[in-house]
Nanobody, 116 residues
Framework: QVQLVESGGGLVQPGGSLRLSCAAS????????MAWYRQAPGKQRELVAS???????NYADSVKGRFTISRDNAKNTVYLQMNSLKPEDTAVYYC??????????WGQGTQVTVSS
């Protein structure tokens, strides 16, 4: 059974940092592009960052220079390091695994709240 298990969300003050983790089933980790999406209340889900199996990364303009996506192949885990957090980063963050012509997989989501 394929699983994506997220952790690391929480409440943080503006300017603070959080690191999200997504542990993926081994069956998909080595062949799927991994990504983080987020969805704020009343808004559509949007891509935050992605990383291919080869390590190529892509970021939304709104998080460039503040967020870093990385993967630890020994642990089948993808991370999202979030620095200089802003209130507008508040959302539910979802881990995603995707591959061309295949249905994507989603994690259950983890809440990130940036507030003073």
């Amino acid at each position: 059974q394929v699983q994506l298990v997220e952790s690391g969300g929480g409440l943080v003050q503006p300017g603070g940092s959080l690191r999200l983790s997504c542990a993926a089933s081994q069956i998909i980790y080595g062949i799927y592009t991994m990504a983080w999406y987020r969805q704020a209340p009343g808004k559509q889900r949007e891509l935050v960052a992605s990383i291919t199996t080869g390590g190529t990364t892509n970021y939304a303009d709104s998080v460039k220079g503040r967020f870093t996506i990385s993967r630890d192949n020994a642990k089948n885990t993808v991370y999202l390091q979030m620095n200089s957090l802003k209130p507008e980063d508040t959302a539910v963050y979802y881990c995603n695994a995707n591959r061309f012509l295949y249905s994507p997989y989603w994690g259950q989501g983890t809440q990130v709240t940036v507030s003073s």
